[in-house]
């Protein structure tokens, strides 16, 4: 028997047996082979079965009592007289003519009393005859002679030591001949129904069976026909002893090699198990009845029902003993070890020359091997993934198949965790026990823990740990149903809603018990671990997924991951630029998973394996009343001087890191999940760029989602922010070098913003080239203003001075969302002159750059996205002005972009566009108004007053007429953008226009409501700016809205070629209305003629003041045209008569003076007086004397 095991692939390659048991009509042909065989041994004359074993006949002489000497060519089990009442009652009728019909359907009986002892033995020895007979080779030779060319090791064996079958049961999978199949299959089913049929088995285990007691040979002790149970009895033994328990017996290598290897030939079929399938066959006509047998389908069928109420505790038992042998084998796994065959071929899971056979074959050596081939994105057959995920799920839930738990783990299951075996529940009461929640662990225990959670991998899919996954199926549901079944998201995702309303008790502790040892193995989390295993095999020197270094242990990797992401430069951190182009950086995707585990850590202090070693002391000293989960690192800030010195390092480090992501601070999280679901999820969810989400929550302090305890949360840590420049890591890394070089010495972040904002405040009024503070830091103190001018609070200066005034004008107003500030705005004549002095130096600022206005962005935060994405933030207002009277504005923004048009009105100093096109025209027309103002005092509109009189002149720039011209419009739709009219005529508008007031309506009602009353207005003052209204009117026909709607089809007909501006449209309107041959719209002819009564009236009103106002007036005439033609041909007459005139004056003047010189001529004057003309220029030289000069001027009287 000794010489027949020979089987060196058999171990791996019986597992994968391919055919199922087979059915009724597939056994014709194996019946039929072997019938010939026995055909012809009995035509060789051979003996009758219990003949041809003479050591069985010598164990059994009962046996051979009962059997003829010698058998007939057509013999029948069903012909014997032992077996033909069992045969009559067990088996159909139409099977008796098939031996191995018969003997299939009596050795499956359930219980071996329901077969006839006699009946028992001459099976047995019928099976023993068919394996043990050299006649079968010679049958297998014939059947399978095509397979064995085929199959090149078959072909080679020795014939006549039964290597031949077992070669082809090796290759089974191979085999295409049917009949080949079928003989190949009947053999195994035959030999697993004892052990004893197993070639060698006897001779291996003879002293571990009779040390264990586990049976006998002798037949006398036990029936031979239940040796399935002396194999389950060894199982066990083999068990007892990996996991160490006391007085386990201590089995023969060889031994083990023979149990194993009936365990993985028998892994096939549930059948050939034959202790297991008698104690599981009800259940598995329970659970499985629709599941075929073959290729271990009913094996993973009953796996999977193992924890059911209604299993049978047998079968339970007997399951898990074989759970544990494929814990030591995964060959015992058919389904696995097929499933798997060319994975581990490929990644050389089973060629590790360095380590011990016995462990290669380990379950959990396959399932690490494997997994780091999925982990580092090699790709693994879905089929093989898929039989994985069963075992680590199997893992998971029964502690009792990974020895180490059993052995190391014994004292913390039998203190804490005894009576909760099933479902996991052991394992995470055990996980419980390890995060210190009940008591100290031992480190073995701990260890081994550890280990198993790598191995099963729940991290990768969290439906592997079905205590966690029954316990959060709700929970998943609500909370994560957007993601894919399975995904590892699903773990992140969890952890995003602990401590929210949507959580359930016992899913956050099975989560936290999870996450406690995952946060201690960054490869345990398949995200980061994707992400970051480039980075950590550059940065960190790490090794393979399941590969270890005592130089860098898993819990070390991530805190080198987490140096690279966040170490500052004062760390030894390099800039930026020099260590990207060293590689010294973390990737963008890699960055992003260490915030996300941050985040989780924050959430309980014993996530963080640092923080909860260097502060257990601590933790216990001044938190132990602090048992709120969250609560533990707020108490350790709040204690951050009384720490021990390397608590206080670590506790100092996330207290910085809060500034750069808020998800950190736990407590204020769970808070403002309401605002944050609201208006901040996209920050929270994706969050990439640091501070973002504290930002969004600043922004969003008095949405009707924020609670108090969120708001007050948020302001304490702006509070906290701007009393320490380090706390504020944006703003540190964004302006650290701008800080050296423009605020040395300034450590309060307070005054180091103020520095900053001063100096670009600067550069931008004188329009520097080059700002001397750079960019990125520009953009990021944009960020820090707008937060400080959120409450006034967080500006010390501007809220000492204005406490007595937000006491006397804004007491009911509460702090934060700019209230206060906008309450001083709306106040600003009433305020004192200090406080005075700085809103307007506030209102400056944000002028230039609006961006900084916090109102205004929060207000207008949509309409912004909608008009202004492409404009740049020191043009936002100047977008929203120009987009304010769309019909998509918002009526919320609408009205504060008018409130801030106000403000630019009241002085040209808060109109930097303005102020930029004037800056040589308000020195050149409106110095006297500058002269008489002080520097702390607003204009209160008269600059820009004094620039519409200039524009209506003609007299501006270019660029300062287009900035008026803009002012103009706006104001003429809106009286309230005129400071000068609102203030003079405040009283004639309540008096006069109280409807057009009331409506709110930027039409220009109520301008055209004061016009048309003009001659009712009382106040002096009033009129003025009525009639200064009137004549700008007269510029530009769009200042005046009311006539521009009522004749805008009138100049689309007349007027289209005529470019506006300068009143050149009016004037075409005015010609238009003269004309006698053009019919204009009535509302527009009328609207015409009561402007020209109006200017009638303003003229006579206020006429010109000299000759400049004339002429200005004049060439702002809509008749100007007229008025110069008129003037020109004047002129033109005049000058006609004055040159006819001359002439006739000249004429005479001669005649006079030839007359007197007449009677001074001698005579013969004649030749003379023809002579007189050429000395005429002599003669005129010659004055006559003083009498005659009176003469003739007399004469012309």
Known sequence: MADCIRVPLLLLLMCILSSVHPIRGDRVGADMIVANAEKQQNLAGGPAPAALNPAAAERNPGAGASLPRRRSAGWKLAEEAVCREDLTRLCPKHSWNNNLAVLECLQDKKEETEIAAECNHLLWNYKLNLTTDPKFESVAVEVCKTTISEIKECAAEELGKGYLVSCLVDHRSNISDYQCNQYITKMTSIVFSDYQL???????????????????????????????????????????????????????????????????????????????????????????????????????????????????????EALTTRQKLIAQDYKVSYSLARACKSDLRKYRCSVDTNMPRAREAR????????????????????????????????????????????????????????????????????????????????????????????????????????????????????ACKHIRNGDPMILSCLMEHLYTEKMVEDCEHRLLELQYFIARDWKLDPILYKKCQGDAARLCHTHGWNETSEMMPPGAIFSCLYRHAYRSVEQGRRLPDEAENSGLTLSRDCKVEVQRILHQRALDVKLDPELQRRCMTDLGKWCSEKTEAGQELECLQDHLEDLVSDCRDVVGNLTELESEDIQIEALLMRACEPVIQAHCHEVADNQIDTGDLMECLVQNKHQKEMNEKCAVGVTHFQLIQIKDFRFSYKFKTACKEDVLKLCPNIKKKVDVVICLSTTVRNDTLQEVKEQRVSVKCRKQLRVEEVEMSEDIRLEPEL?????????????????????????????????SSRCHQRIFK????????????????????????????????????????????????????????????????????????????????????????????TADSELEGQVISCLKLKYADQRLSSDCEDQIRVILQESALDYRLDPQLQLHCTQEISRLCPEEAAAQEQTGQVEECLKVNLLKIKQEGCKKEVLNMLKESKADIFVDPVLHTA????????????????????????????????????????????????????????????FSDLAAQVLTSPSKNYILTVIGTGVALLFLMGLLCGRFTKRVTQELKDSERAPLLPAGGGRRRSEGGGRRMQAAKVRPPPEHQQQLAGSFM
């Open 198 to 316: 197993i070639c060698g088995f006897t001779e291996k285990c003879r002293d571990d069976i009779n040390a264990l007691r586990c049976g006998s040979i002798s037949t006398g002790e036990k029936d031979i026909h239940s040796q399935g149970e002396v194999i389950a009895c060894l199982e066990k033994g083999l068990v007892r002893e990996a996991e160490e328990q006391p007085g386990a017996h201590a089995i023969k290598d060889e031994c083990k090699k023979a149990i194993m290897r009936v365990a993985e030939l028998s892994s096939d079929d549930f059948h050939l198990d034959r202790y297991l399938y008698f104690a599981c066959r009800e259940d598995r006509e329970r659970f499985c009845e629709n599941t075929l047998a073959g290729e271990g389908r009913v094996y993973k069928c009953l796996f999977n029902h193992k924890f059911e109420e209604a299993m049978s505790e047998r079968c339970r």
């Open 842 to 933: 506030l209102q400056e600022v944000e002028m230039v750059d609006p961006e900084l206005d916090y109102q205004l962005m929060r207000v207008c935060k949509h309409m912004i996205r909608r008009f202004c994405t492409e404009s740049e933030g020191k043009n936002v207002l100047q977008c929203l002005k120009q987009n304010k009277n769309s019909e998509l504005m918002d009526p919320k923004c609408k009205q504060m972009i008018t409130k801030r048009q106000i403000t630019q009105n009241t002085d040209y100093r808060l109109n930097p566009v303005l102020r930029k096109a004037c800056k040589a025209d308000i020195p050149k027309f409106c110095q006297s108004i500058l002269n008489k103002a």
């Open 1047 to 1106: 004749c805008a089809l009138d100049i689309k007909h007349h007027c289209a070629a005529i470019p506006p501006g300068r009143g050149r449209q009016m004037s075409c309107l005015m010609e238009a209305l003269q004309d006698k041959r053009v019919r204009l719209q009535p509302e527009c002819k009328k609207r015409l003629q009561d402007r020209i009564d109006m200017w009638s009236y303003a003229a006579k009103a206020a006429p010109a003041e000299g």
């Open 363 to 478: 379950l959990s050596y396959l399932l690490l091997c494997l997994e780091s081939a999925v982990h580092r994105g090699r790709v693994v057959s879905g089929e093989c993934q898929g039989e994985m995920m069963d075992y680590r799920r199997m893992l998971m839930e029964d502690f009792s198949l990974s020895p180490e738990i059993v052995l190391h783990c014994r004292s913390e299951i039998e203190g804490h965790c005894s009576g909760l075996h099933r479902k996991g529940r052991t394992l995470h009461c055990l996980m419980r026990v390890g995060r210190g929640d009940m008591g100290a662990i031992d480190p073995n225990c701990q260890r081994a823990l550890q280990t198993l959670i790598q191995e099963a991998d729940p991290g990768a899919d969290y439906r592997i740990d079905r205590a966690l996954n029954e316990a959060c199926e709700s929970v998943i549901q609500t």
């Open 799 to 831: 809220y000492d001075s204005c406490k007595q005034d937000i006491t006397k004008l804004c007491q009911n107003v509460a702090f934060g969302n700019a209230q206060v500030i906008e309450c001083l705005k709306e106040n600003k004549r009433h305020l």
